[in-house]
C-alpha cells in the first residue's frame, strides 16, 4: 500500500522514517507492504532527515490514485478539514494525529468517511494506544468514567512544582527551554490541548457530540505552593485531569486541576508522561500508561493505524504475524541470561568465614554491589548481598558451592534483580 | 449472531450474563445483535444464575449451524483442544479465555484456524486488553522487552508480605480463606500460571514457539521477611515479574521473583491488580493497568472478542458506534457538577473575619471538611479549605460572594477534588 505523508514536520518525518527502519516487522505484522512515497510541506528547502520524495502541492498527492492512503499531519484546523475531506471522496483512506480537527468536526469526519477507513490513535494520549483500548478492548462495558492526565507539559510542571517547590513562573520558563512548552504556552498550560482530546474520548464512550466551548476547562496558570503545601498535608497530589464521568443520563465533560489521593493509580503518573484510567461497569477500573508526545511515539501509533487500515477485511492474524516473524528469533538457554542477583545466604558467625564466601564469588567472577551482614541467633548470621551484573550459569555453579561450603548453613536463597 | 459458551463456570455465566445486561451498549458497537443461546455443562443440578438453555452434550452445540460463534470457558487443556478443533473445522469463531490451552497448543490452533477468528484476549492478564496493544496497538514497533505482573495471587501476598511484614505461610492460608488461593496454590504461586500468559505474549512480540518446560519458571515460596528488609533497605520492591526480552536476536522468557526500583511505573501495581510494561524501540514504555481475574472482568474481554469478531470484515466505527449509543445521553451543564473543592482564601487576620467566611458558605448550604490557617506578612493570612460534595453553582456563587467581602483582599483560588 501507498501513503502519502501531508507534513513532514515532527511526527510525519517520524512516520517516514519507522515506515523504512521497521519495515521487516510492519510487513510481517501487516501482511503487506506499506511504502511512504511523497511528503508535503510549506518550504521545500528545509533541511530534513527523510528519504521520501516531498511536494509543496497538496493536489499532487491526492489526484495520485496509486495511493492508498492519506496520512494528515500538518496541525490546524480548517485547511486539513479541507484537505481530508478531498481525500476521503477520493476513496482514500485517511490517519490523522489532530485532536484539533477532531474536536471540532470528527462527527462530519465520520459521516464523510462512511465505510472508508478513517483513524486517529496519536490524537489523543499520543504512543499510548488508549482509543484503540477504549473502542476496541473495554466494548462490553457502560464506561462509568475516564480520567486522564493528557498533557505532558502540565504534568511535566506539576510535578516539578510538587517534587521541587518550584513556583509556577519559574518552571515555566524552565519548560520553555527544554522545549516541553511552547513559546505562548497557553494552548497546554491553558488545559485547551487536554480539552480537544477528551472530546473524543467523550465520543467513544458516550456518543457526546460536543465542542471546546461547550465545556468546563480550566488550566493549571493560577497553582502555588501554598495549595501544594495543603495537598501533601492530606497526601493529595495535584493534577490537570481531564474527566468524562456518567451521572444518570448526564455526562459531565471536564478539564481542570485536581487535588488527587496519591493512592490512585492515576496519581503516580509524573513527568512528561500520560496516562488514562477507564472504569467500566464490568471490568472495573483500568489503566494506561506511556508518552504522550514525541515524534517517534507519535508515530508509533500512526503506524498503528496503517497496519490496522492494511488489515482491513481480514481481522489481525491469531499470534500476530500474517507470515513468519521477519527476524530469526531463539529462545535464550537458561543459563545464558545476565542479570544482578539479591542472595541470601545463612553463614556461620564466625572469623574466616566471609573472606571463604568472598573467594566463592571470585572464583566465578562474580562482583558484589551491596552487603549487609545480621546477626542472628546461635552463632549464625545472614549475609544478604547483591551482585553486579552476571551471568546465569556462574551464580548457579557459586550457589551450588555454596550450598556444599559448611559454614553455609542453609540453602542459599537467591532473587534476580530487575534494573 | 448466536454464541454457544462452553462451560458456564464463573466466567462463562458472567459472559452469558453481561451479554444480556449491556445488550444496549454492545449492540450500538458491535452494530448485531450477540446473543447467548446455549451452555455446556457438567452438572444440570448446579445452582447458576445464568437464563440460557444448558445442556452436557457438547456436540449439541458443535452440530448446531445456526451457532456463530463457540466460547471455550471450560478449563483444562486436552478436552478444550479436542472441543475446539471440532468447532473450527466446522467454520465457527472460536473465543478462549484459556490460557493453559494456549501455552501448549497455540501454533497448532493458529494452523487449524486458518482465516476463521480465533481469539484470546482475556487469556492474558484478564480483563486488561493487553493482546489488543501489543497485537494491534503497537505494531509499528521491534518489541524491546515485556515485564508483566499477571498473577494476582502472588501480587496479593508478596504486597501484604511488603506493606504488613506478614511471612509466607500466614498470607498463604489468609489468601485461600479469601478465595485469592486455591486449596492447592502450585500453579499461581509456582509461576506458572504466569508462565502460560507469558508464553503468548512471547509468541505475539517475537514469534517464539516455546512451551512451559523450555523456559525459567520460579516461584515465591522462598520469600522471607529478611529479603524484604534488605529489598526496602535499597528502595526496592519484590514482585513476581514474567519478563520477555530481546538481547541480539536472542529471546529470554522467565518468569520468577524480582528486586525491581519502586520508581517504576510496574513496582507501583499492587494487591490482586494486574500490569504489563511493554517496551518498544520507537514508543518507548507503555504500561496496562487492571483486573487480572474475577467472572465479569474476564468476561470483559471474552466479549471485546466476541465483538471484534462480529465487526470482521468491516472494521470498528470510526467513533465507537454503529449507529447511535443506545442510550440517550446529554452533556451536563457546567452549573451542575457535583465535586468536592479546595479554596485559598487570602483574608485579613482579624477577629470576626472567620465568622464572616463560615457564613457566607453557610448560606449555600456548602460544609467544610478540613481547613488549615496560615500567617501571612502584612496582618493576613490563608485559609486553605476543603469542601464536602456540593454543587458547582453554589461554589462559584459563594466565590463571588467572597470575593466581593473587604475581609478577603485577593481573588479566591479554587481547585476541585477528585475523590
Ligand atoms: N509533536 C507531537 O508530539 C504530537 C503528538 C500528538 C499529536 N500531534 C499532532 O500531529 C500533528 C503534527 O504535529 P507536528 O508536531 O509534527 O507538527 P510540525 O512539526 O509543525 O509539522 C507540520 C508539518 O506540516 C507541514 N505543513 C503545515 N501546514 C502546511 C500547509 N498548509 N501546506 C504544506 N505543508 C504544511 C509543515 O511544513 P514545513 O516543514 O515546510 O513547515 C511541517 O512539515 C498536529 O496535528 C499535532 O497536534 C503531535
Ligand atoms: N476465573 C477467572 O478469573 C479467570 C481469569 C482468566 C482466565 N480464566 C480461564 O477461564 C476458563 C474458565 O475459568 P472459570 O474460573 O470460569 O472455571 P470454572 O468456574 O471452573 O468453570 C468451568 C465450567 O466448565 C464446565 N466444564 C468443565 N469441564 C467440562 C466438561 N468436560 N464438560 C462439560 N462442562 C465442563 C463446568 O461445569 P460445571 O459447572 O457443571 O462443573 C463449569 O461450568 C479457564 O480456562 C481459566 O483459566 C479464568
Chains 1, 2 share one sequence.
Not at 510525519?12 to 522514517?17: C, D, F, R, T
Not at 552476571?390 to 536463597?413: G, Q
Amino acid at each position: 500500500m501507498r501513503i502519502g505523508i501531508l507534513g513532514v514536520g515532527t511526527v510525519g518525518a517520524s512516520v517516514a522514517n519507522i515506515l523504512k527502519d521497521n519495515k521487516d516487522i510492519i510487513t510481517a505484522r501487516a501482511g503487506v507492504e506499506l511504502e511512504p512515497v511523497i511528503g508535503l510541506v510549506n518550504n521545500l528547502n528545509k533541511e530534513r532527515n527523510v528519504s521520501i520524495k516531498l511536494t509543496t502541492d497538496v493536489d499532487e498527492i491526492l489526484n495520485d490514485e496509486s495511493i492508498d492512503i492519506i496520512v494528515e499531519l500538518m496541525g490546524g484546523i480548517e485547511k486539513p478539514y479541507e484537505v481530508v475531506k478531498k481525500a476521503l471522496e477520493k476513496g482514500k483512506a485517511v490517519v490523522t494525529a489532530n485532536k484539533a480537527l477532531l474536536a471540532y468536526h470528527r462527527y462530519e469526519l465520520q459521516d464523510l468517511a462512511g465505510d472508508t477507513p478513517f483513524e486517529y490513535e496519536a490524537a489523543v494520549a499520543g504512543g499510548i494506544p488508549i482509543i484503540n483500548a477504549l473502542r476496541d478492548g473495554l466494548t462490553a462495558n457502560h464506561i462509568e468514567s475516564i480520567r486522564g492526565i493528557m498533557n505532558g507539559t502540565c504534568n511535566y510542571m506539576l510535578t516539578k512544582m510538587i517534587n521541587e517547590g518550584v513556583d509556577y513562573h519559574t518552571i515555566l520558563a524552565e519548560a520553555q527551554e527544554l522545549g516541553y512548552a511552547e513559546a505562548d504556552p497557553t494552548f497546554d498550560v491553558g488545559g485547551f490541548d487536554a480539552a480537544h482530546k477528551l472530546l473524543i474520548l467523550g465520543s467513544i464512550a458516550y456518543g457526546i457530540d460536543a465542542k471546546p466551548e461547550d465545556i468546563l476547562i480550566e488550566g493549571i496558570e493560577n497553582i502555588a505552593p501554598a495549595d501544594i503545601d495543603f495537598a501533601s498535608e492530606f497526601n493529595y497530589s495535584i493534577k490537570l485531569l481531564t474527566i468524562a464521568k456518567k451521572v444518570g443520563t448526564k455526562i459531565e465533560l471536564r478539564v481542570h486541576p485536581v487535588l488527587i489521593s496519591n493512592d490512585e493509580m492515576i496519581a503516580k503518573v509524573d513527568g512528561v508522561m500520560n496516562g488514562v484510567s477507564v472504569i467500566g461497569d464490568k471490568v472495573g477500573e483500568t489503566m494506561y500508561y506511556g508518552p504522550g508526545a514525541g515524534g517517534d511515539a507519535t508515530a508509533s501509533a500512526v503506524i498503528a493505524n496503517i497496519v490496522d487500515i492494511a488489515r482491513r477485511g481480514k481481522g489481525s492474524p491469531m499470534l500476530g504475524f500474517e507470515s513468519s516473524h521477519g527476524e530469526n528469533l531463539t529462545l535464550m538457554p537458561k543459563e545464558e541470561i545476565q542479570t544482578k542477583y539479591y542472595l541470601r545466604l545463612k553463614i556461620e558467625d564466625k572469623a574466616g568465614v566471609l573472606a571463604k564466601v568472598s573467594n566463592i564469588f571470585a572464583d566465578k567472577n562474580i562482583s558484589i554491589e551491596k552487603m549487609i551482614q545480621k546477626p542472628l541467633k546461635n552463632n549464625c548470621a545472614h549475609l544478604l548481598l547483591s551482585t553486579h551484573t552476571c551471568i546465569e550459569k556462574d551464580i548457579n555453579e557459586a550457589l551450588k558451592t555454596l550450598e556444599d561450603t559448611s559454614v553455609v548453613t542453609d540453602k542459599p536463597v537467591m532473587i534476580r534483580i530487575e534494573d
